[in-house]
């Protein structure tokens, strides 16, 4: 079986969230399966020369972008074991950063259709696109549109997977056909709502869909966690489904990781305390032995940081010390400013996304919150379990679905439920009063870096899927 992963970033080439970690470490952990996985990319200016400077050129081809012709060149790149392509267009891609621009909508158009016609000229046909949210939902489509019926395109199944349905790729209906090339009498596969709707025409023709957690997949039925597009989802109940994600265990290894301050292990835990000890030095705070308590986060109300504003101080008067990493909105930024002032032997702030900052926070840590108001899966508190923090979070999407309250017998951290502050904060109190308890505390971590959240299961759950769809 060979499948082509159609992704708008992945690591190591090229990163800004989420996707790009599963991108990076699916295909390699399918490979490793007996299936054939290869990754097609844009070729992005921001791509280090690290990388660039490996690229094999393949070939060219010119891709009709409605009544335009855009040039499209392809590289090739062995990461790893794993077949990245990279499709250039300087028009398109020579640009910093990734998304963001006035002509997105025609920058994934373009890319998303030079996938399917890249696959007249490299010598690799897939059985299933499996495509990756809203950049290139209209893989699908196309395929649909103009693919299904051609020689050497016949039986392509195609796979949609949501990471976030916030982001679906909407814009006005008048670049139905001068951008995207779609003929006006199909505008009700994209049309949702008034809008051309990239996800939702996705959703509509792909042979399966899904998300990155199996409560995600419930949660996005209703209206409260699908952004609008629960109607056409709940028409189309029968080929969704969620999958769990992984985290890539060799990039995240407490006993081999050259970016934190010491090694350890679960059955060696003195690094632990090494690293708590560094970072809170690096931080400009004191290890008084109160327990840690960190956030690596965007700073935007669905993240839960309205919930944290609302009981901060309370947090402080428990005896806790609080790391927080990230960015977003100026109101939180400043808030989290005010604190730290207000708190200054207790309060580290670090304004702005460091990875490996992230790393050392993830490794010196006691616990690390997430109260997320919606989760799709949620990468961070994987993480934590693998670094010996306990997590604290909300139980929606995939956090509901990899962390469980130490009150019930496979326990690896604490959970609230509903998105109240003073269950929160709750919960940081249950946290606190087991971290005193040395013996169970130690217990506990050493529980929590033996969860297995690497994607060997995920990965099995996925070809499963594929069989299922090829029919094989």
Not at 40 to 60: A, G, M
Not at 159 to 167: G, K, R
Not at 352 to 375: N, R, V, W
Not at 423 to 428: H, N, Q, Y
């Amino acid at each position: 079986m060979k499948v082509l992963y159609a992704a708008s970033e992945a690591i190591p080439l090229i990163a800004s969230g989420g996707l790009a970690d599963v991108a990076g470490a699916l295909p390699k952990a399918i490979r490793n399966r007996r299936v054939a996985c290869r990754v097609v990319l844009p070729l992005y200016q921001d791509i280090k020369e690290e990388h660039r400077s490996k690229f094999k050129y393949i070939t060219n081809f010119y891709v009709d972008v409605s009544w335009r012709k855009q040039y499209c060149g392809v590289f090739e790149y062995n990461y790893n074991g794993v077949i990245y392509y990279l499709l250039d267009n300087e028009y398109y891609f020579r640009r910093p950063g990734l998304y963001g621009y006035y002509d997105d909508a025609e920058r994934f158009a373009f890319f998303s259709r030079a996938i399917l016609e890249m696959l007249r000229h490299i010598d690799y046909k897939p059985d299933i696109i499996h495509a990756n949210d809203w950049q290139t939902a209209l893989v699908s489509v196309y395929y649909k549109l103009f693919y299904q019926n051609e020689e050497g395109f016949e039986n392509i199944k195609n796979i949609f997977t949501i990471h976030n349905i916030q982001y679906q790729g909407k814009y006005g209906l008048d670049i139905l056909e001068p951008v995207l090339g779609i003929p006006a009498d199909q505008l009700s596969i994209v049309e949702s709502d008034g809008c051309v709707n990239f996800m939702k025409g996705a959703i509509q023709v792909a042979d399966k869909v899904t998300t990155v957690s199996p409560s995600y997949a419930d949660e996005i039925l209703t209206s409260w966690y699908s952004h609008g597009l629960d109607p056409i989802l709940n028409m189309n109940r029968y080929k969704l489904c969620g999958i769990l994600n992984g985290i890539d265990v060799s990039r995240f290894n407490p006993e081999s990781d050259e970016e934190i301050y010491a090694n350890f292990s679960a059955s060696e835990l003195g690094g632990k305390k090494i690293n708590k000890e560094e970072l809170l030095n690096e931080l400009g705070l004191k290890d008084d032995g109160s327990p840690v308590l960190s956030m690596v986060t965007r700073l935007v109300e669905h993240k839960g940081v309205d919930l944290v504003r609302s009981v901060f101080d309370d947090i402080i008067a428990e005896g806790y010390k609080v790391v927080i990493l990230g960015s977003g909105e100026k109101e939180y930024e400043d808030f989290f400013s005010y604190m730290k002032g207000k708190y200054p032997d207790r309060v580290a702030l670090v304004l702005g996304f460091i990875p490996a900052l992230a790393k050392k926070i993830y490794a010196a840590s006691d616990m690390f919150l997430m109260p997320s108001k919606s989760e799709p899966c949620g990468l961070a508190q994987m993480i934590s379990l693998r670094y010996g923090t306990i997590p604290i979070v909300r139980e929606t999407g995939g956090l509901r679905d990899s962390i469980f309250d130490c009150g019930s017998l496979n326990g690896n951290g604490f959970t609230f439920k509903t998105y109240n502050a003073y269950d929160m904060l709750d919960a940081i109190r249950r946290a606190k009063n087991l971290y005193y308890d040395s013996d169970n505390w130690e217990g506990l971590v050493k529980y929590a870096m033996s969860c297995d959240n690497s994607w060997k299961k995920s990965a099995a759950s996925y070809v499963e899927l594929y069989k299922e769809v090829a029919g094989m």
